[in-house]
């Protein structure tokens, strides 16, 4: 028997008609591309976005178009995150971190026909735009862009000239809710990255998932700042929560400096924050240093994107402020697991070992443990294996990539390692994947190992994560030279200026005879990692590497 309940769809359109509608009080306050700070309602952030969406229907962009974004956490770009896909047309968030290469792969992959960017990020654009075949309109937001505007190879403009443009669309038809929203590009872990396309209903049911009280637990009484970018993983869709339950919405703009989220912080009160460990860990330095001990009516921080040092959840906790680990990747469109404390647990040690877990799925996700050649492995706590995830909200394929290697039996392999217990509570030990993840952003160690190999003196080259108190993990170089060569590591460190981001690039550098390969010839960094071991500083010896080197490598 078929259900007598109506067929609505749930989407974009249905969130920004509740948003105006019903919430329409809520308050946005944001710090712009040229650090002013603004406030609006989410009323009048919908007639914001109806302007952008008329105006691009003006201009001839139909349903389908894909519209790039190279933008900080402000207004502008949450008016493009909900007008853009909201009316049909498809948002994608370019990360403004990646070098411009990566980010050229990605804008072409995805089709870009419009970028709207902070006037910032202008010149870095410039330099790649030629590269994008289907880019016909360029869109600056702030005041820094007419210098550079000529050099892109095609119409552009300001962000509020083309919003006057248009007319305030307010009524929202409903989009099919199975229809790309949001494309995200995952950091390119094994490889080149990957697209993820959120659905209309994929992003409805997430934001519910976070408003629930055993995730985030949004409200209208609450107000939320998420030190998160927007272009990572659709800000952890917690833009789209606050709209759903009407609670206002700190957006820290370009900038996450701990001053000034401490000094956002001060001003606007929110209740609720999220953010990686970093963020978090640098916030507290910033307060001891100015001998702070409150940051305002901050009651709870979701913290996640990398392990969550107990450390910092117990100095959270001194200041009144509650520290829950979330746990979330791309494909899964984010938190997944948060590792909140059920009123059973009773005991001292057993709220440590809950707190420090990576979280229990949300109701609607389901997890299971597999071990590598695909038996489902108990989830008694003690099994290790790759975590596996399956829901209405976790991706099914990557775009244009034919081979399903990423699943199995439908689900996701997360490349995660690590125990589920029989509560729920996933605790990860180890990763599969080889990429660096430095203050909750990848630094893929293929694309910065050929980055090194280009130099003319590197014979070979492995990199690996190695612990960092502040980042979480760095990536450390160990390279062989060819013979006779004398590179040192500063030698190769300027020469990696300009080829890869700043921040890729390592502090950690040893030098030995032979890489570790596995018998078909990959590096092999299980094994390095063992020979490296937990801690800075560490070398690599003849006897330990068990290849065939003739001398101690040293660090230089
Ligand atoms: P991304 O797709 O960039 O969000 O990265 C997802 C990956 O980040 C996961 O597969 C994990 O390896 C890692 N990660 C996310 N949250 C946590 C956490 N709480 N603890 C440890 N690793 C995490």
Request: with cysteine; charged share 20%; net charge negative.
């Amino acid at each position: 028997m078929k259900s007598t309940m109506q067929a609505n769809q749930l989407g974009l359109a249905l969130l920004l008609r509740h948003a105006c509608r019903v919430n329409g009080r809520s308050r946005i306050v944001s710090v712009t591309a040229d650090g002013l700070r603004v406030e609006q309602t989410f009323a009048e952030l919908a007639q914001r976005a109806g302007r952008l969406a008329h105006a691009l229907e003006e201009r001839g962009f139909p349903a389908g178009t894909v519209v790039g974004t190279l933008a900080g956490a402000s207004r502008e770009h949450l008016e493009a995150y909900l007008g853009v896909p909201a009316s049909g047309r498809i948002l994608h968030t370019i990360n403004v971190r990646l070098h411009a290469d990566q980010q050229a792969y990605i804008a072409e992959h995805a089709n870009d026909e419009v970028v709207i960017l902070d006037s910032q990020n202008l010149e870095g654009f410039a330099s790649f735009a030629h590269r994008l075949p289907k880019l016909r309109l360029v869109v600056t937001v702030g005041s820094r862009a007419a210098s550079v505007a000529p050099q892109v190879p095609c119409e552009t403009i300001d962000y509020e000239m083309l919003l006057a443009e248009g007319a305030p669309r307010i009524d929202w038809p409903d989009i099919d809710e199975n229809e790309a929203a949001i494309i995200c590009f995952t950091g390119g872990t094994t490889g080149l990255p990957k697209g993820v396309a959120y659905s209309h209903r994929s992003i409805w049911l997430q934001a519910m998932s976070i408003c629930t009280a055993n995730s985030v637990g949004l409200s209208s009484n609450d107000c939320l700042l998420p030190a998160v970018p927007l272009y990572h993983v659709n800000g952890w869709g917690l833009p789209f929560a606050a709209l759903m339950a009407g609670c206002d919405l700190i957006l820290p703009g370009a900038s996450m400096h701990p001053s000034a989220l401490i000094a956002l912080i001060e001003a606007e009160s929110p209740t609720i924050a999220a953010g990686v460990p970093t963020i978090w860990s640098d916030v507290l330095s910033e307060m001891r240093a100015r001998g702070l001990s409150r940051l305002g009516r901050l009651k709870s921080v979701s913290c996640g994107g990398a392990q969550v040092p107990h450390r910092l959840i117990d100095d959270y906790a001194a200041l009144g402020i509650g520290m829950v680990q979330a746990w979330g990747m791309t494909e899964t469109s984010s938190m997944s697991a948060i590792a909140q404390t059920p009123a059973w647990v009773s005991s001292a040690d057993d709220r440590h070992r809950c707190a420090s877990a990576q979280g229990r799925v949300v109701c609607g996700l389901e997890v299971r443990v597999s071990d590598l050649d695909g038996a489902t492995l108990p989830t008694d706590g003690v099994a290790v294996g790759e975590i596996q995830i399956r829901g209405p909200w976790v991706t099914q394929s990557y775009l244009d990539v034919e081979d399903q290697n990423h699943l199995q039996d439908g689900w996701l392999r997360t490349g995660d390692l690590g125990t589920v217990d029989s509560d729920g509570f996933i605790r990860l030990t180890d990763r599969l994947k080889d990429a660096i993840k430095s203050g909750g952003e990848w630094i893929p160690s293929l694309a910065l190992e050929s980055a090194i190999r280009s130099h003319p003196s590197v014979l070979d080259v492995a990199v690996i994560a190695v612990p960092d108190e502040r980042w979480q993990e760095r990536p450390a170089a160990i390279v062989v030279l060819k013979p006779d060569e004398t590179a040192s590591a500063p030698a190769l460190r300027a020469h990696l200026l300009g080829k890869v981001a700043k921040w890729w690039i390592p502090e950690h550098w040893a030098f030995t005879d032979a890489i570790p390969r596995t018998s078909v010839g990959k590096i092999d960094k299980k094994r390095i990692r063992e020979i490296a071991g937990a801690s800075i500083p560490w070398t690599l010896t003849a006897n330990q590497e068990g290849a065939s080197t003739s001398a101690a490598p040293s660090m230089r």
